[in-house]
């Protein structure tokens, strides 16, 4: 589902930094109120042509996963541009930007649409400075635009994503099934520590956390796990591996349906990934 897959863009921020610019964190210098911009960018049938078609070129297997990303870009984008006073409408559109740069193979494409997720999440927080939701969206829509570079600019911008998603945990640490503690967990864990934020208690702490908000999610213990396999903690990976197996079947009824198929054909995947890992270190 949509809300889920903000841990996903910020899944590799150090990895950005340290040899593929996976990275995301630029600061913005502008105003807040960006309308004038995003218009530019979003209110051109030009553009949007080249959104949904041109510059993006997915793999055949997900096509129908592709086309969903693209119609709900283009409705988000609608309903922003009919009231660009709706704060919600805003960081909508900035959901749906980062979405489509999931999605996108050009780096153009992804700049661009990144640069008008940002602009909208801005526009969000300039409405309504409360909004969990907005401040997590923009952290990953700076991470997204960060993605398209390919210099040191990156580790400038680890501070502002890191800001976002400690203020949207503030606000509301439950958003999206504990996403600030998991996408902070994420930040944590792939930046150096060396040139960086990167620190293995805060990672494993913002893990726990969202763990123990909801525990029933199956991202959230799917990162813990790795994260524990990584260090060689295989002991807490293999209790945590069995808390997991224990929810599966519910979260699978829980979580059904088109919305939520790209996420379990990645959550399949890295389960069985640690499952194998864990049953190669077993003593």
Not at 53 to 72: E, G, K, M, T
Not at 122 to 148: F, K, N, W
Not at 221 to 244: M, N, P, Q, T, V
Request: proline share 4%; hydrophobic share 45%; with cysteine.
């Amino acid at each position: 589902m949509f809300a889920t897959s903000i841990s996903r863009g910020i899944a590799a921020p150090a990895k950005a930094i340290s040899h593929r610019q996976r990275g995301r964190f630029v600061p913005y210098s502008g105003p807040a109120r960006t309308i004038g911009l995003l218009l530019v960018w979003a209110g051109t049938s030009a553009f949007a042509a080249d959104t949904t078609q041109s510059l993006l070129n997915p793999p055949a297997a997900s096509s129908n996963f592709a086309a969903r990303v693209n119609r709900i870009f283009l409705e988000a984008r609608t309903r922003y541009l009919a009231d660009t006073n709706n704060a919600t409408n805003a960081w909508q559109f900035g959901r749906a930007c980062f979405e489509l740069g999931e999605i996108a193979t050009n780096t153009a494409a992804k700049a661009g649409i990144a640069e008008q997720g940002i602009a909208a999440c801005r526009e969000s927080i300039a409405l309504d400075p409360g909004s969990a939701a907005a401040h997590c969206y923009l952290g990953m829509t700076i991470g997204r635009l960060a993605d398209t570079k390919r210099n040191l600019g990156a580790l400038k911008m680890v501070k502002e994503v890191e800001r976002e998603f400690n203020t949207a945990r503030e606000l509301d640490e439950h958003f999206s099934f504990a996403a600030p503690d998991r996408n902070l967990g994420l930040l944590y864990f792939e930046a150096p520590a060396f040139i960086s934020i990167g620190s293995r208690s805060k990672a494993r702490q913002h893990f726990q956390r969202a763990v123990e908000l909801a525990p029933n999610y199956p991202e959230n213990r799917l990162f813990l796990i790795e994260a524990l396999l990584k260090w060689g903690d295989y002991e807490a990976a293999r209790s945590e591996f069995k808390a997991l197996e224990k929810i599966w079947r519910g979260a699978k009824e829980k979580y059904p349906g088109d919305d939520w198929a790209n996420d379990w054909a990645d959550w399949e995947k890295r389960f069985a990934a640690a499952k194998k890992k864990i049953g190669d270190n077993a003593h």
